[in-house]
């Protein structure tokens, strides 16, 4: 069984595989869901030894204008805090900033194929869920919660 097929079974076991893209730039491309109503992104680049485990995430509208509203030394503070904080997951991550407000986040973390077991691709989801979840937590605790139902659909897809 190639590297493709053994991380679909994965998906399909657990019932975490929501559509297989095509992707020029890449062996395969899995767009899951995990946990419930969270996409991901599974993907394995072409001329690359390892699958990247991805999460992109929109702030939505309602936080921006909480923060637009912030004073300059609360948004630089949670900028650093935010930083300190995905540092911390062992992540990789992409913050979209502009005049010091989170407009969307990316968090990404890798597997090299020789470290690939089904384990660790679950550890790994995961991981790259909790790092979103603490920047989402970390917003809510800032600038206050705000009740949005989470998007399920493909359009904060990393890859569109």
Not at 67 to 92: G, Y
Not at 119 to 137: D, M, P, R
Request: a negative charge; charged letters at 30%.
């Amino acid at each position: 069984m190639n590297l493709e097929e053994k991380v679909k079974q994965w998906l399909n076991e657990e019932d975490f595989l929501r559509e297989v893209k095509y992707d020029e730039n890449a062996d395969f491309h899995f767009i899951v869901e995990f946990p419930k109503e969270n996409i991901m992104d599974v993907v394995k680049p072409s001329d690359s030894d390892c699958i990247v485990i991805a999460c992109a995430t929109q702030v939505a509208p309602e936080h921006i204008n909480l923060m637009t509203s912030s004073d300059a030394n609360t948004k630089k503070d949670f900028i650093l805090d935010l930083n300190f904080a995905l540092n911390s997951f062992l992540v990789d991550f992409e913050l979209q900033v502009s005049q010091d407000i989170l407009q969307q986040f990316v968090v990404t973390d890798q597997i090299f194929e020789d470290g690939l077991t089904k384990n660790e691709f679950i550890k790994t989801l995961k991981k790259v869920f909790k790092a979103k979840l603490q920047c989402i937590w970390l917003i809510d605790k800032k600038f206050g919660s705000i009740s949005v139902m989470p998007n399920t659909t493909n359009e904060n897809d990393m890859f569109i």
